[in-house]
């Protein structure tokens, strides 16, 4: 498929295809205990997926709402097959535009930050900066050695 033809959905829970993504992409999700937490979370958060010709889903985001105002990217992740190809495009568009309609200002997400070098997370970020996020703070909220960075979108 071609980056025009992938379409993002708001979709009913797949905890297995979550599963089945993550090791198609180790080198961002090769922490077992927070996979487990990744698989646990598709069983409850607001879905979004992309799926090919098939009906296979070849990527999944996690939406939360925190309050009426703002939503945050919970997790992302994007078969390894379909890496560079507009999958994870197609859902932040799709997510953004859903959130508009409701009404949502600010759309945030995690991720890890730049002082912490590592090659596939500076292209996590430069995904983000490219999807409209800004950087907004860098902190420790999961440990001296996995500093978390703060982005936000601007919806409105």
Known sequence: MTEADWVAN?????????????????????????NAEYIDDARTMETW????????VVGVTLVVH??????????TVVDR??????????????IVDDLRRRGVDMLMVKTLGASCPDPNYARTRNFYETMGFIPLEEIDL????????????PLT
Not at 49 to 56: I, L
Not at 142 to 153: E, N, Q, S, V
């Open 49 to 56: 997926t992309v799926r090919d010709d098939d009906g296979r």
């Open 66 to 75: 925190h309050f009426p105002q703002t939503s945050e990217i919970h997790f």
């Open 10 to 34: 708001r979709d009913e829970a797949v905890p297995e295809d979550v599963e089945r993504l993550l090791v198609t992409a180790p080198e961002w999700f090769g922490r077992p205990e927070s």
């Open 142 to 153: 999961w440990g001296a050695d996995t500093p978390c960075l703060i982005m936000a979108k």
């Open 81 to 94: 097959s379909a890496h560079g190809q507009g999958v994870g495009s197609e859902l932040i568009r799709a």
